[in-house]
């Protein structure tokens, strides 16, 4: 059964960086996408991007480009998300989410981490 | 991009009676890479529907998706009490990946 566990919640003044993790057991990490989203208080749900934990190959939304950076660390089976110059309305749950193998058809995401709560206040 | 648009806001309903979602594409979605989510305060969404019309893993059969190109629908039929959520559509055949604003269904 593939778990995705993420790092715990964040508070962070406007101009900052933070880095949120999602590490993965139960699967062969390298084999599926894995994507990080985001949904600010009250609203809907936004793609940020992806990457392969394969190979490290990324894609990031153009809204983000320039702020977002993924990452991966397959010793540990975690994959990360990092965003600078953070401003207030970057204030959401981050959730990271599994999707289709590195391999095969584009999919939508199965499975899904629990979030991580990020606060942007001066 | 391509943008999808949702309806009904809001659905007011009792249980065992039937809903209807509706989400709209701005542009073709190929090989329908659609998806429907569940999503209750305070979770993370659940995938329910994929590929426009598969149900996903554990999902009971009340749940059904149609629809193809710009048009496709989630039915619901006979609510029961933990159907009551909001429900969001998304596509994954182009990038940047994307979903609609959500119907929120309601108890009456």
């Known amino acids: 059964q593939v778990q995705l566990v993420q790092s715990g919640p964040e508070v962070k003044k406007p101009g900052a960086s933070v880095k949120v993790s999602c590490g993965a057991s139960?699967?062969?990490?390298?084999?599926?996408?894995m994507h990080w989203l985001r949904q600010a208080p009250g609203q809907g749900l936004e793609w940020m991007g992806w990457?392969?934990?394969?190979?490290?190959?990324?894609n990031s939304g153009q809204k983000f480009q320039g702020r977002v950076t993924l990452t991966r660390d397959t010793s540990s089976t975690t994959v990360y998300v990092d965003l600078s110059r953070l401003r207030s309305d970057d204030t959401a749950v981050y959730y990271c989410?599994?999707?289709?193998?590195?391999?095969?058809?584009?999919?939508?995401?199965?499975?899904w981490g629990p979030g991580t709560m990020v606060t942007v206040s001066s | 991009e391509i943008v999808l648009t949702q309806s009904p806001g809001t659905l007011s309903l009792s249980p065992g009676e039937s809903a209807t979602l509706s989400c709209r594409a701005s542009q073709s979605v190929s090989s329908s890479y659609l998806a429907w989510y569940q999503q209750k305060p305070g979770q993370a969404p659940r995938l329910f529907i994929y590929?426009?019309?598969s149900r996903a893993t554990g999902i009971p059969d009340r749940f059904s998706g149609s629809g193809s190109g710009t048009d496709f629908t989630l039915t619901i039929s006979r609510l029961e009490p933990e159907d009551f959520a909001v429900y969001y559509c998304h596509q994954y055949d182009t990038s940047p990946r994307t979903f609609g604003q959500g119907t929120k269904v309601e108890i009456k």
């Open positions: 139960g699967s062969t990490f390298g084999d599926y996408y």
């Open positions: 989410a599994r999707a289709g193998p590195v391999d095969g058809l584009p999919g939508p995401f199965p499975i």
């Open positions: 990457i392969n934990p394969n190979n490290g190959d990324t």
């Open positions: 590929d426009a019309s």
